[in-house]
C-alpha cells in the first residue's frame, strides 16, 4: 500500500509564498514519478507539476510556470512544490499523486493519490 501525506497549506495573501511537503511511504520510490494537481471549487482536477523521481525531469502548467518551482529529496521520500507569487485563482486543494516510471500530465495516469491539502489566497 502506497501513503502520499501532504502538508504546508494555508491561507496567504496574494503575492506572498507558500511550500507543500508530500511525505511518500509504503513502496521503494526509487523509480516513480511524482505529481501535483489541484482542484478549485466547481472546477475539474487540474495538472500543477510534476518531476520524475530519476533524473528529476521537471514539468509544469502554462498557469504556475515561473512561479511554483518542483523538487525531491530522495533520501527522505519526499516531494515539495515551493509556490512564490501566489494568485486568488491558485486557491484550490492541492493534492500529490505518484505512478511508476515517467510523469504524466492526465490524472487517470496516476494509481496514487493523497487526500490533500487547501491553499487559500486572499486579495
Known amino acids: 500500500q502506497v501513503q502520499l501525506v501532504e502538508s504546508g497549506g494555508g491561507l496567504v495573501q496574494a503575492g506572498g509564498s507558500l511550500r507543500l511537503s508530500c511525505a511518500a511511504s509504503?513502496?521503494?520510490?526509487?523509480?516513480?514519478?511524482m505529481g501535483w494537481f489541484r482542484q478549485a471549487p466547481g472546477k475539474e482536477r487540474e495538472f500543477v507539476s510534476a518531476?520524475?523521481?530519476?533524473?528529476?525531469?521537471?514539468s509544469y502548467a502554462d498557469s504556475v510556470k515561473g512561479r511554483f518551482t518542483i523538487s525531491r529529496d530522495n533520501a527522505k521520500n519526499t516531494v515539495y512544490l515551493q509556490m512564490n507569487s501566489l494568485k486568488t485563482e491558485d486557491t484550490a486543494v492541492y493534492h500529490c499523486?505518484?505512478?511508476?516510471?515517467?510523469?504524466?500530465?492526465?490524472?487517470?495516469?496516476?494509481?496514487?493519490w493523497g487526500q490533500g491539502t487547501q491553499v487559500t489566497v486572499s486579495s
Open positions: 499523486t505518484a505512478r511508476p516510471l515517467v510523469q504524466s500530465t492526465r490524472p487517470q495516469d496516476y494509481p496514487y
Open positions: 518531476i520524475n523521481w530519476i533524473g528529476g525531469s521537471t
Open positions: 509504503g513502496r521503494t520510490f526509487s523509480s516513480y514519478a
